[in-house]
């Protein structure tokens, strides 16, 4: 049998999502309670899973990529990175790279909104780095988290960009394996992408960016339409994140093409301004939480999912709102399940010890943003270490991984149950409700701090899914948040924007 050419690949995967206006500090910690690990061995660990890193670990031997594994690192989003803590990560990148020389290229499977302190285009110095030490010549090719606000420098320092064509995000693996097969093909000289970055003046929140619903279901429908053009390797549709106070938010279009700039340019302005044309659809018009409870508490099926826009925990927002846990207690909703970050109620809950009777007051501590702490009288029902394993077709990074919880307890309060857990939790897993001994199915009401991640694992179970309009720091009305760094006039957070601020931007091939 012939024996496959191998080529030296340096690979890292370093992932954050940054809300600008959150007091929870990125810090070395907060990226060790979730997912840090150094060296081949632990992050062999994420093979097997759904996950971006999985696709590259499985594809890789059989495409002759020979992988020299520097770091994987992805925290729950929240404030930008500390400066300290960008810069050992970048560290970390120059010595693996170096180690691993001489590379034949790089694959890297990052966010794309992600700030420290020092970077507010951190995927872009990223980037930028690891360009600086391999040089022009060595294709970098990386995958994007779809809520990435793609900047110019970012398209400038790589040779593809391949964002994920899913959210909630179940396309992660089969990216990391498509953007490690074209990296490949780039090695073999079969590939020569030519990539073209659009910027339509749009920066929709998150509530509006479901790909399997209009608006964005129709956007993504010409990009994959024109995907299918000869000539043309991949066309991207990166939400943005809406919550990054950088120059650089909003939507993005990549189109690659195979080395026709004219073609890339054409697509990636066709798909943008088709996005600009359904502008009107993203903007939210949830019910608030007193009608939204009542309308929950009538139906007569359950379970009822209550989505809690404005403590979206996924987009780095402090996960102990409490708009919807005291409607739901004021209007004594019967069968009705809050998950609610709060250490304090749950050291309360440990001190005084599984079947006592505890009284305390529950979220609302982290900010001034997620209401005032509700006080509540309660029997503990369980306490757990918090560690599960998510299941089912879901978000990335979740079939087969561990994740923690922290120490969690469950607290009875009438007919409201509040699943206390010492970290912030992503409520996106049926998981996480069955290993604190709570059966969602049967439940009547399932408040979830999210957007559209929970989906996958919830949508299965649901009778009903609500989305309600409630306080916080993930608000559908962006022009509550005080930007300072968006230049451009952007819809809907500038209902006067115009497509005359789009930016089009072919990559310059750049190197420093
Ligand atoms: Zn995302």
């Not at 997912?35 to 890193?53: C, I, N, P, V």
């Not at 073999?188 to 003046?201: I, R």
Request: proline residues 7%; hydrophobic residues 45%; charged residues 20%.
């Amino acid at each position: 049998m012939k024996k496959i050419k191998t080529y030296n690949i340096g690979f890292a995967c370093f992932l954050h999502e940054a809300h600008s206006f959150s007091n929870i500090p990125t810090t070395l910690d907060r990226f060790r309670e979730h997912h840090f690990a150094l060296g081949a061995g632990e992050m062999r660990k994420t093979a097997g899973t759904s996950t971006e890193m999985a696709g590259v670990w499985d594809i890789a031997p059989r495409l002759g990529l020979q992988l020299h594994p520097i770091f994987h690192a992805f925290p729950v989003p929240g404030a930008p990175l500390t400066a300290k803590t960008f810069n050992f990560f970048c560290d970390k990148l120059v010595k693996g790279l170096r180690a691993a020389a001489p590379l034949d290229g790089i694959l890297l499977n990052l966010h794309g909104a992600m700030i420290a302190e020092n970077a507010l285009d951190a995927e872009g110095e990223f980037l930028r780095i690891a360009r600086k030490i391999v040089g022009p010549k060595i294709p970098i090719v990386a995958t994007l988290d779809c809520h990435a606000n793609v900047s110019e420098l970012m398209v400038d320092m790589a040779d593809a960009l391949i964002p994920y064509d899913t959210n909630p995000h179940v396309d992660c693996y089969a990216r990391g394996v498509q953007a490690a097969r074209l990296l490949r093909a780039i090695l073999d000289g079969k590939a020569k992408p030519c990539m073209v970055l659009a910027k339509p003046p749009l920066i929709p929140v998150p509530q509006k960016q479901n790909t399997g619903q209009s608006p964005m279901k129709d956007v993504h429908a010409l990009a994959f339409k024109l995907e299918k053009l000869p000539g043309v390797i991949n066309v991207g549709v990166a939400l943005g994140y809406a919550y990054s106070d950088v120059p650089e938010a909003g939507m993005s279009i990549i189109a690659i093409t195979q080395n026709d700039p004219k073609l890339a340019r054409t697509i990636a302005e066709k798909v943008a301004r088709k996005a600009w044309t359904v502008r009107r659809g993203f903007i939210p018009d949830f019910p608030k939480p007193a009608e939204a409870v009542a309308m929950a508490i009538r139906e007569s099926k359950g379970p009822v999912i209550l989505v809690e826009t404005g403590d979206n925990v996924g987009a780095g927002s402090a996960a102990d709102a409490t708009a919807l846990l005291a409607e739901l207690l004021r209007q004594k909703a019967r069968d009705a399940v809050v998950m609610m970050r709060d250490v304090e109620a749950v050291n309360a809950c440990f001190k005084a010890g599984i079947g006592a009777t505890v009284r305390t007051t529950v979220g609302g501590k982290t900010d001034a943003f997620h209401g005032k702490p509700v006080k509540v009288t309660g029997r503990v029902r369980l306490l757990s270490d918090g560690r599960y394993v998510n299941r089912g077709p879901m978000h990335c990074m979740e079939e087969g991984v561990e994740w923690q919880m922290g120490r969690c307890a469950v607290l009875e309060c009438g007919g409201v149950t509040i699943p206390l857990t010492e970290f912030r939790v992503y409520p996106r897993n049926v998981m996480q409700l069955k290993s604190l001994g709570i059966q969602p199915e049967y439940c009547k009401i399932i408040v979830i701090k999210a957007a559209h991640s929970f989906r996958p694992s919830y949508e299965p179970i649901a009778a009903k899914i609500i989305e309600v309009d409630t306080p916080g720091l993930t608000p559908t009305d962006l022009s509550s948040l005080p930007f300072r760094n968006i230049k451009r006039r952007l819809f809907p957070l500038h209902p006067d924007a115009t497509l005359k601020s789009m930016i089009i931007s072919e990559r310059s091939g750049g190197c420093d």
